[in-house]
């Protein structure tokens, strides 16, 4: 089939309060035939059970896609205009088991397979941080060992949960230990808060990471830090995995462990438009959890970022 550049609805066609809710309004396409024609689509991922304090995130894709409904096509900041090169849908939320995390697991890695067989570039709506890791997996038979962009206010290294190897706060780890990862090209961004031990952002350090701990990013613009990240991590497939919880719970309080002393929101836009030019094969926004989210602010907030995510994706025009 052609490929169609598919356009939000408008909000004179249909009130946006209106219709069906998709990420940006979007078509929603699911039949293989159709996502042969797509170069990104969103996906949602509904997961919470890989989580260790405040559940909820579950609810973030569906959440997230509705606080959408405001974003408009052209980036009036960057001009930056997705949709007039790229052919994007909403292509719909993976089947989670959700009695079962490590099933769970197994059924993301088996649709992102699927996914990138398709040749799109997706664009994650979590769901908890556990989800990264199936979706690296998928990633490294594509591309090999990728670079990566974590934005976060948790390392997500520790060596297990109760126990258990895999949860959301272990991703990176078991992603360094199964070779996803090519560690000269691994950033990590918004680390903060207190450890268990004195020495547990060290291991990101020993593994050849740059970490830039949230006091590192206090009182000034993210610009000059994104040249220095643009130069480590490029030359090659970059992912980036950003966790709602790197920004300041003043801004997004809408998420399972919020910490304070993060990240501004215009420090998030900073950090995502600073990946403009980079290969990014993929992008997640993880952790919003809207039963916290009195406001619908979290939930906004990560719905915009997703879209600028979107706008730095190769290939996009600008105008």
Same mark, same amino acid.
């Given at each position: 089939?052609?490929?169609?550049?598919?356009?939000?609805?408008?909000?004179?066609?249909?009130? $946006?309060?209106?219709?069906?809710?998709?990420?940006?309004?979007?078509?929603?396409?699911?039949?293989?035939?159709?996502?042969?024609?797509?170069?990104?689509?969103f996906v949602g991922i509904p997961l919470d059970i890989g989580t260790s304090l405040r559940s909820g995130t579950r609810f973030g894709p569906r959440q997230l896609r509705?606080?959408?409904?405001?974003?408009?096509?052209?980036?009036?900041?960057?001009?930056?205009?997705?949709?007039?090169?790229?052919?994007?849908? !909403?292509?719909? !939320?993976v089947p989670i088991n959700t009695f079962n995390l490590l099933d769970a697991v197994a059924i993301i890695e088996r649709e992102y397979d699927r996914i990138l067989g398709h040749n799109i570039i997706p664009l994650t709506l979590g769901g908890d941080h556990t989800l990264t890791l199936p979706i690296l997996r998928a990633m490294h038979k594509k591309y090999g060992k990728v670079g990566l962009i974590h934005v976060d206010a948790h390392a997500d290294v520790g060596d297990h949960m109760f126990g258990e190897k895999i949860a959301h706060g272990t991703t990176f780890r078991r992603a360094r230990e199964e070779g996803l990862l090519d560690c000269d090209r691994v950033v990590q961004i918004g680390l903060r808060a207190q450890g268990y031990t004195a020495e547990d952002f060290d291991w990101s350090r020993q593994q050849g990471w740059r970490v830039v701990q949230a006091e590192e990013c206090w009182h000034k613009s993210l610009a000059p830090l994104m040249e220095e990240v $643009?130069? $480590?991590?490029?030359?090659?497939?970059?992912?980036?995995?950003?966790?709602? !919880?790197?920004? !300041?719970?003043?801004?997004?309080?809408?998420?399972?462990?919020?910490?304070?002393?993060g990240l501004t929101t215009i420090q998030g836009l900073e950090i995502v438009r600073g990946c403009l030019g980079l290969d990014l094969v993929g992008c997640d926004l993880v952790e919003v959890s809207p039963p916290y989210d009195t406001t619908g602010n979290t939930s906004l907030l990560g719905a915009n970022l997703l879209y600028e995510m979107l706008c730095v994706l190769p290939g996009v025009k600008y105008r």
């Open positions: 089939m052609e490929k169609i550049l598919h356009q939000p609805l408008g909000g004179n066609e249909m009130p $946006r309060f209106g219709g069906i809710a998709t990420m940006l309004r979007l078509p929603h396409i699911t039949a293989p035939e159709q996502l042969d024609t797509l170069d990104v689509g509705t606080e959408s409904v405001m974003i408009r096509p052209y980036n009036m900041a960057t001009g930056a205009a997705p949709f007039d090169s790229l052919s994007v849908a !909403d292509i719909g !939320d $643009r130069e $480590r991590v490029g030359g090659g497939p970059v992912y980036l995995s950003f966790d709602i !919880d790197g920004i !300041d719970p003043a801004w997004a309080p809408g998420t399972g462990t919020p910490e304070v002393g």
